[in-house]
């Protein structure tokens, strides 16, 4: 596995626990303290990702110097460009469906969470289909 694969596995991995998380208590809660309680915990969930992400890059990166020393070549190019159609499509969906649902008079909160939401998803789709195609041998 090439380092650059295991970084798109520790982002898919890290993104789902981390942020799937905090979607889940924010649809736990029900709708109650949602104002009040969701800017704290999602600054707190984007730190403990940062961190996350750090800690295991460079985990990642001592137990395979050699192989996260090397160049991107125009295979892992190429993956990079192929997966990020996924992530836009995504995100433009989403963005779309926010702007919509603001139209038709949603809540600033919901319509922000929802455009989180998008952005996560966004994120997503491009790790699955970067490790789609690195496995894939694309």
Excluded: H
């Excluded at 949603?106 to 952005?119: C, I, Q, V």
């Amino acid at each position: 596995m090439s380092f650059r694969e295991k970084i798109a596995w520790i982002s898919l991995a890290v993104t789902v626990a981390v942020y799937g998380g905090y979607f889940v208590f924010l649809t736990a809660r029900g709708g109650e303290g949602w104002l009040s309680d969701s800017f704290g915990l999602l600054m707190g969930t984007t730190v403990l990702f940062i961190v996350l992400m750090i800690a295991l890059t460079v985990v990642a990166a001592v137990l395979a110097p050699a192989d996260a020393a090397a160049p991107v070549d125009e295979r892992e190019k190429l993956i990079s460009l192929k997966a990020s159609q996924f992530s836009y499509f995504a995100l433009s969906s989403g963005a779309f469906t926010t702007i919509v649902a603001l139209f038709v008079g949603t809540d600033r909160f919901f319509a922000a969470n929802f455009l989180f939401f998008s952005l996560i998803v966004a994120e997503i789709a491009k790790d699955a289909a970067q490790i789609f195609y690195f496995r894939r041998g694309a």
